[in-house]
T-cell receptor, first 118, second 114 residues
Framework: AQSVAQPEDQVNVAEGNPLTVKCTYS??????LFWYVQYPNRGLQFLLK??????LVKGSYGFEAEFNKSQTSFHLKKPSALVSDSALYFC????????????????FGKGTKLSVKP | DTGVSQDPRHKITKRGQNVTFRCDPI?????LYWYRQTLGQGPEFLTY????????KSRLLSDRFSAERPKGSFSTLEIQRTEQGDSAMYLC????????????FGPGTRLTVT
């Protein structure tokens, strides 16, 4: 079955330190990969995506993610964490239709809670 | 760009009642999606529309659920004969037509069935 795994329920980081939120996927073909962030009582906000090309993609709020095809991973990174980055982060994948994927839906991981302490 | 809006934001209903939620997508987006999110889980796909056509439905969408997008603009999601297991956050998203465009999410409607 097509799936996305976020192996850490929570990541704790000190402000100013680099952060990494991990994501691995198990899908057929070359998936489209996305990261979203969810703040309390708010909807998901798009951060960045990988479709094709350069393995390092840059997104909103200083976040970036590295696509690694051999490890089937798409880890989210930021060089210097802010307290305001504390939120719930979701990795998502869309499987291209020529590999049996839907034309529409995203498959989400369970989410990782990021806590940045001052 | 006013973003995706959803109404109501919160709904409390008694088991067995019917409820209807509304979603207004970003105006130039012709795709609209519904997801359900329960506590501690990521969103799970329910259904999506391209313009007014409902192109895909998840197995999660039981016969008690129905979604419409009659004019290709706003959409409604109705749940008939609600059950306690329907308690969740219902998220709506919209996107441009092709699959690699990102989906933009609304704030969600939190449903509590008592």
């Amino acid at each position: 079955a097509q799936s996305v795994a976020q192996p850490e329920d929570q990541v704790n980081v000190a402000e100013g330190n680099p952060l990494t939120v991990k994501c691995t996927y198990s899908v057929s073909g070359n998936p489209y990969l996305f990261w979203y962030v969810q703040y309390p009582n708010r909807g998901l906000q798009f951060l960045l995506k990988y479709i094709t090309g350069d393995n390092l993609v840059k997104g909103s709020y200083g976040f970036e993610a590295e696509f690694n095809k051999s490890q089937t991973s798409f880890h989210l990174k930021k060089p210097s964490a802010l307290v305001s980055d504390s939120a719930l982060y979701f990795c998502a994948v869309r499987v291209p239709s020529n590999y049996g994927g839907s034309q529409g839906n995203l498959i989400f991981g369970k989410g990782t809670k990021l806590s940045v302490k001052p | 760009d006013t973003g995706v809006s959803q109404d109501p934001r919160h709904k409390i209903t008694k088991r067995g009642q019917n409820v209807t939620f509304r979603c207004d997508p970003i105006s130039e987006h012709n795709r609209l999606y519904w997801y359900r999110q329960t506590l501690g889980q990521g969103p799970e796909f329910l259904t999506y529309f391209q313009n007014e056509a409902q192109l895909e439905k998840s197995r999660l969408l039981s016969d008690r659920f129905s979604a419409e997008r009659p004019k290709g603009s706003f959409s409604t999601l109705e749940i008939q004969r609600t059950e306690q297991g329907d308690s969740a956050m219902y998220l709506c998203a919209s996107s441009l037509q092709t699959g690699y465009f990102e989906q933009y999410f609304g704030p969600g409607t939190r449903l509590t069935v008592t």
